[in-house]
């Protein structure tokens, strides 16, 4: 029905809803991973294991059994929970490989969108994200395999309905960027679901049931935002108001005539120059070959490695903090509630940039596209790097917070900016293709976690030298906001034909005409 320009408000708050409940429920791996070791997932191997550095008894609540196993001998478990080295890499390979596939899918995405339209795009991963969601509600730990497909599935599903939701920031025109960081926050509250199955799951709801419940709900609201209020291929970019038909005003002096004339010639001037510098070269492959979009791909892609990284050391990090699974449940508890609050940094992130936009809006096209992005970039850089230098210089519990706080913002910034520099830089149309081709190398990229969680396992010393490395990485990153900010002054070569190069002369007339 398309109702999306009519109703754009209702349609965003359906957005919002939607990016909420389902787009990045992966990301709250923290919460799942504690009910499927509560569970017993994959616990078999340990019960071959003898009691050496790999598997430890520690203090804390205990699995869905009391006795188990070890080397025929049976062993009181009753107030101490079972650490496995080879329980904990598998379970975490899985998330490693769905976080894989669902960047690397985006590529997919992006040219199905380009080439099927939003709807029937969204009807292939709608199905894909509810299989995902049956999966993950009849795997059990006899059959564990069911847990890589389902969380492949809504991972993917989950940023596809992501990616053509954002869309819908195409119907505002001053506050598009606003939009964008407000969807992108959204989907990192969405992390929250995720907490509240644990939370159901304690008070003795039963994962199965919990996801049936979300399964349901999310065709409900999948197929309303496709059929009712998104478009069948793309949700056009509405045009500005000096770009809509105006009334007509007649000059009623000779000074008003001119100024009425040099007014609408800058206007044909400033769309004259913009339609020039797209039309120049607008193939597709000079937008992935050109420099800034090689350069920002190369930043994404260590960025969310360092952004998936902590996600999958999290549990790690708070068990070498306190033994006490009771305490590591406490601020998984806290980290899960203060992915709530991405919504009002995302915000932040937006109006930091169109703060930036508005300051170069009048500046050369180089400058105009790449200098605004680098303030809120460099302050992304910050947050990274300090994530991941607290941990190493004070090694307590009351440093959790300030880094889940700097975490908060990181994870903010690194996605409102990144997306919001796409939309800016690169054409309209060729959205879902680079989006998708980012997220592809992203995919890519962030496989390397598990590398870094198998060498946090390797020896006793080891998650520290790897939060050293993960640390001289963040550190690394500093080099974006830099180049950009030189490509930015950088003149850009332009055509002979350019509106910039012409002059341009205006006579007002001399007397009133009828």
């Known amino acids: 029905m398309e109702l999306c320009y009519r109703w754009r408000i209702a349609c965003t708050l359906w957005s919002c809803l939607e990016v909420v409940c389902f787009a990045g429920i992966i990301y709250g791996w923290g919460s799942l991973v504690f009910i499927l070791k509560e569970e017993g997932f994959y616990s078999e191997n340990c019960r071959d294991a003898s009691p050496s550095s790999n598997?430890?008894?520690?203090?804390?609540?205990?699995?869905?059994?009391?006795?188990i196993d070890i080397h025929n001998q049976s062993i009181d478990l009753s107030n101490r929970t079972l650490a496995c080295d080879e329980q904990e890499e598998k379970l975490n390979l899985c998330f490693s490989i769905a976080v894989g596939v669902m960047y690397s899918g985006l590529a997919i995405v992006g040219q199905l969108s380009l080439r099927l339209g939003t709807r029937i795009t969204r009807i292939i991963f709608t199905f894909l994200y509810s299989v995902g969601f049956l999966c993950i509600a009849f795997a059990t730990k006899e059959n564990p395999w069911l847990l890589?497909?389902?969380?492949?599935?809504?991972?993917?599903?989950?940023?596809?309905?992501?990616?053509?939701?954002?869309q819908v920031a195409n119907l505002y025109t001053t506050i598009q960027t606003t939009i964008v960081a407000l969807l992108s926050g959204l989907f990192d509250v969405s992390t929250i679901m995720q907490?509240?199955?644990?939370?159901?799951?304690?008070?003795?709801?039963?994962r199965k049931h919990s996801y049936l419940f979300?399964?349901?709900?999310?065709?409900?609201?999948?197929?309303?935002?496709?059929f009712v209020f998104l478009p069948?291929?793309?949700?056009?970019?509405?045009?500005?108001?000096?770009?809509?038909?105006?009334?007509?005003?007649?000059?009623?002096?000779?000074?008003?005539?001119?100024k009425a004339l040099l007014e609408k010639e800058k206007d044909v001037s400033d769309e004259s120059r913009r339609t020039v510098v797209q039309n120049a070269d607008d193939r597709l492959i000079t937008h992935i070959l050109s420099f800034g979009y090689i350069t920002h791909t190369v930043w994404m892609s260590v960025s969310v490695l360092l952004f998936v990284s902590f996600i999958g050391l999290l549990n790690t990090w708070l068990s070498t903090m306190s033994n006490d699974s009771k305490i590591v449940s406490y601020y998984l508890d806290v980290?899960?509630?203060?992915?709530?609050?991405?919504?009002?940094?995302?915000?932040i992130a937006g109006f930091a940039y169109d703060w930036q936009r508005n300051r170069f809006r009048g500046s050369a096209i180089p400058e105009r596209y790449f200098r605004p992005v680098c303030f809120p970039m460099a302050m992304?850089?910050?947050?990274?790097?300090l994530s991941y230098l607290l941990p190493l210089v004070f090694d307590s519990l009351y440093v959790v917070l300030p880094v889940f706080i700097m975490f908060t913002f990181y994870r903010s910034f690194l996605f409102a900016i990144g997306i919001a520099f796409v939309t800016e830089a690169f054409p309209v149309k060729y959205f879902g293709v680079l989006y998708g081709t980012i997220m592809f190398s992203v995919g890519a990229s962030s496989l390397l976690q598990y590398a870094f969680f198998a060498w946090s396992k390797s020896y006793d010393s080891a998650f520290t030298h790897v939060n050293i490395a993960l640390?001289?990485?963040?550190?690394?990153?500093?080099?974006?906001?830099?180049?950009?900010?030189?490509?930015?002054?950088?003149?850009k070569s332009t055509p002979d034909n350019d509106i910039n190069n012409m002059e341009l002369i205006i006579n007002p007339p001399k007397s009133e005409t009828c």
């Open 214 to 226: 979300f399964c349901g709900l999310g065709i409900v609201i999948f197929n309303v935002q496709t």
């Open 148 to 166: 890589l497909p389902g969380l492949s599935f809504i991972s993917i599903g989950g940023a596809t309905v992501f990616c053509t939701t954002l």
């Open 55 to 67: 598997v430890s008894l520690i203090p804390g609540s205990v699995y869905n059994v009391s006795v």
């Open 380 to 385: 992304c850089w910050l947050f990274g790097t």
């Open 471 to 491: 640390l001289t990485i963040a550190i690394l990153t500093c080099y974006q906001p830099i180049v950009l900010w030189i490509r930015g002054g950088i003149p």
């Open 335 to 347: 980290f899960a509630y203060a992915t709530m609050s991405t919504s009002v940094t995302a915000i």
């Open 195 to 206: 907490h509240l199955i644990k939370v159901a799951y304690e008070h003795g709801i039963s």
């Open 232 to 258: 069948k291929d793309h949700v056009r970019r509405q045009p500005c108001d000096s770009q809509k038909p105006a009334k007509s005003k007649r000059p009623t002096n000779e000074t008003d005539t001119s």
